[in-house]
């Protein structure tokens, strides 16, 4: 099943790079520990960091494009049929006829995330060529960069991180950066100093990337700020999140809630803070709803 042509050839509103892949994710209602053998449920759904982000846009009626390497194997064909009866612009991913489809596995118990696996080899092996669309002229070029918001997630290399970091194809873009997991964190320091980055990271990815503790998500931001970064959003679990930038730092506190999933909190808090502050929301307003946006997602309340 796919879309209308006219959908799926929409300017986007804003492009989500890293990755789309398969998300496989065995959760159960059990506490868990390594070696736990226990009944519970499997699930196959699209996912990657850039994915999760594209699929909480476009839940919030916006129109995400998205860039990354795909497939031409069975897993890649249904995957891009997948995303398109989501309603998200497929038309500018990198196809490969020689790397597979990626996967993500994990392991969930009422205790939170066990364990999990990210194979994203080929997104690491289509390097920069999944970047073209702002090169060549459809989404932009050197002389005329791609002037827009891009959502950013560690998934890529190290040296391509630091290539967009000092790229004109970037001069230009409202860059929001996610590190994909805390132990790709420090992935993210060339980006620091792009005067158009937001970083959105957790307590202990800030802690990663700057090699210091933090008490809670404020000091955190107002730290990534002092080292340069534009702007910081810092979460903190079920504790308060902050915003830091030149103008100071404001806090909210998102509801409690009983958590029964885990995998893709980060992304829908990123996506949800997003389009609150496209639709206008001031600073405040944007961080509660994104605070909120994640525990409904983690309550499993909300889609996704």
Known sequence: MSLPQTHMTQSPDILCIGSVLWDVIGRSTRAMQAGSDVPGRITRLPGGVAMNIAMTLKRFDLHPALLSVVGQDLDGQELIAAAEVLGLNTAYLY???????????????????IAAIADAHSLEAAGDKILRPLADGRLGRAEQPFHGLIALDGNLTVGLLAQ???????????????????????????????PGATLYVNVEEAELILGRDF????????????????????????????????????????PAVLASRVT????????????????GAGALQALQAASNAAAAYVSGKSEG
């Open 95 to 113: 196809r490969s006829q020689d790397l597979p489809t990626d996967r993500y596995m994990a392991i969930e118990g009422s205790n939170g995330l």
């Open 164 to 194: 967009i970091a000092a790229s004109p194809l970037f001069a230009r873009a409202d860059l929001r950066i996610a590190p994909a997991s805390p132990g790709k964190a420090e992935r993210l320091l060339p980006l620091l100093g792009h």
């Open 215 to 254: 008490s809670d998500a404020a000091e955190a931001a107002s730290a990534l700020v002092a080292r340069g970064a534009n702007r910081a959003v810092v979460t903190h679990g079920p504790k308060a999140a902050a915003k830091a930038d030149g103008d100071g730092c404001v806090l909210a506190l998102p």
């Open 264 to 279: 893709g909190a980060g992304d829908t808090f990123m996506a949800a803070h997003i389009a609150a502050e496209l639709r």
